[in-house]
C-alpha cells in the first residue's frame, strides 16, 4: 500500500494530476470522496468556457496553448468529444475590465481577434442586445469543454497509464513522517513518498494553511429555453464573458443534447458554504438573479427554465490559483483556490502539479506562488 505519490481529490486539476504523474512512470494513487465526475464540488455543469482572449491576465494565455493542445491529446485518447468551438465573446463597456483585458491578452501574444463596436454585435450575433457605449472583442478559438467527460477521460488515461483510483472513500486524516506520507481513509490507510492536494472547496479541513486562502462560495447557473431557438445555436452563438451594470455574467448557447441557454453571474449572491451543511437548493432568488441579465441583454432567451444547479467557486484572495509546495514540507504540493476560472486549466494544472511533486529543484510560477500572499 506504498506509493510514489498519493493524490487527494480526483475532480478537474485532481485526475490531471493523476494522469500526468501516471504518464511520468510514477507509481500514484488517487482518492475520490464521492464518485468520479460527480456534481457535489466546482467541475460539472456540463460545459466550461476555454478562450486565449483571456482577459483575468496576459500570463495566463502560455498556458492556455498548452492547455489546448492537451485537451486534443486526451480527447483523441478518450475517443468522444471534450471540446465544441463556438468562437467567444467579451463584452461590455469600451472601457471597462472584461474588454480592455481581452484587448491586453490578444496584443501582448498576437491573437487572432476582431474588435466590434455596439451595432457590429447585435448584427453578428442576433441573441444579444447592448447599448450604444459597449464594445466586444470576438476571438475565434474559443468554445467549451464537457467538465464531467473531461474528467473521466483523464482518470480512465490515468488508470491505463497505471495509476490506482480508489472512489467513495473519505480523508479522515493525512499527516507527514519522517518515513513518508500517511493518509487514513474510512476504508484503508495508505502511505507514500509524497502528497498532491487538489480537493478543491475541502482544502481547508485538512490544510489549515488554505483556510483564509481558498474560500468556498455559493454558485449557480441556470439554463432557460430561448423563444428563438435558432438565435442561440452553438452553432451561431458564442460563449461569451458579459461585463454589465447588473454584474458580471458568462454563458453558453444551447447544446447539441437540447440544454438550453446556459447562464451564470461570477460570484452569484456572494454566499460563503458551509461544508458542514447541506448546500441551499437553487430557488427564487437564484432565478431572479439571472433573468435580470437575460431580459436586459438576451431578451430572446427569455424563456421557460429549464433547470438550475449549484456549484462551488473556492477563491482566492486575489483570484489567481495557488499551484505550490508547501513550505513547512516539501513533498507536499496543493492546488487550491481556482476561483470560477480554472477548469479550463485543469490539464496544465495537472502537469505543473506533477512538476512539484517530482522535480525539488522546480519553482512554482510567480503568479500562483503562496510566496505573494506573505
Not at 513547512?328 to 486549466?345: E, I, N, P, V, Y
Amino acid at each position: 500500500m506504498h506509493f510514489d505519490h498519493i493524490v487527494v481529490g480526483i475532480g478537474g486539476m485532481g485526475s490531471a494530476a493523476l494522469r500526468a504523474l501516471a504518464l511520468r512512470g510514477q507509481r500514484v494513487l488517487g482518492i475520490e470522496q464521492f464518485k468520479i465526475a460527480h456534481d457535489q464540488g466546482s467541475s460539472h455543469g456540463h460545459s466550461r468556457i476555454i478562450r486565449l482572449a483571456y482577459n483575468e491576465h496576459p500570463d495566463y494565455v502560455p498556458l492556455l496553448r498548452r492547455a489546448f493542445g492537451l485537451w486534443a491529446e486526451i480527447q483523441d485518447e478518450y475517443g468522444e468529444r471534450l471540446f465544441v468551438q463556438t468562437g467567444g465573446l467579451d463584452v461590455g463597456p469600451a472601457a471597462g475590465r472584461v474588454v480592455q483585458g481581452a484587448l491586453a491578452a490578444c496584443k501582448t501574444h498576437a491573437l487572432d481577434h476582431e474588435c466590434l463596436e455596439a451595432g457590429d454585435i447585435g448584427r453578428r450575433f442576433a441573441g444579444i442586445r447592448v447599448p450604444s457605449d459597449y464594445a466586444a472583442v470576438f476571438h475565434q478559438e474559443a468554445g467549451y469543454l464537457d467538465p464531467e467527460a473531461c474528467i473521466t477521460a483523464m482518470a480512465q488515461s490515468a488508470v491505463r497509464h497505471g495509476a490506482t483510483l480508489k472512489e467513495g472513500e473519505e480523508i479522515l486524516s493525512l499527516s507527514m513522517h519522517d518515513q513518508g506520507c500517511e493518509v487514513v481513509t474510512n476504508r484503508d490507510r495508505y502511505t507514500s513518498d509524497g502528497l498532491v492536494f487538489t480537493a478543491g472547496a475541502w482544502s481547508s479541513r485538512l490544510l489549515p494553511r488554505l483556510k483564509a486562502l481558498a474560500i468556498p462560495e455559493r454558485q449557480v447557473v441556470g439554463w432557460f429555453d430561448p423563444a428563438e431557438p435558432s438565435a442561440f445555436g452553438a452553432d451561431r452563438f458564442p460563449v461569451f464573458i458579459l461585463d454589465s451594470h447588473l454584474g458580471e455574467y458568462y454563458g453558453f448557447p444551447i447544446d447539441a443534447r437540447g440544454r438550453g441557454f446556459k447562464i451564470g453571474r461570477y460570484h452569484h449572491l456572494e454566499e460563503q458554504v458551509d461544508l458542514s451543511a447541506p448546500m441551499l437548493e437553487p430557488g427564487g432568488a437564484d432565478e431572479a438573479l439571472l433573468r435580470q441579465a437575460i431580459s436586459a441583454y438576451f431578451p430572446d432567451a427569455n424563456g421557460p427554465l429549464q433547470r438550475m444547479q449549484t456549484c462551488m467557486f473556492t477563491n482566492s484572495p486575489d483570484g489567481h490559483f495557488i499551484i505550490d509546495r508547501d513550505p513547512g514540507d516539501q513533498r507536499l504540493a496543493f492546488g487550491a483556490g481556482f476561483s470560477g476560472h480554472g477548469f479550463k486549466f485543469a490539464c496544465v494544472v495537472g502537469e505543473l502539479l506533477s512538476e512539484l511533486a517530482c522535480e525539488p529543484e522546480k519553482n512554482p510560477l510567480p503568479l500562483f506562488s503562496l510566496a505573494r500572499f506573505e
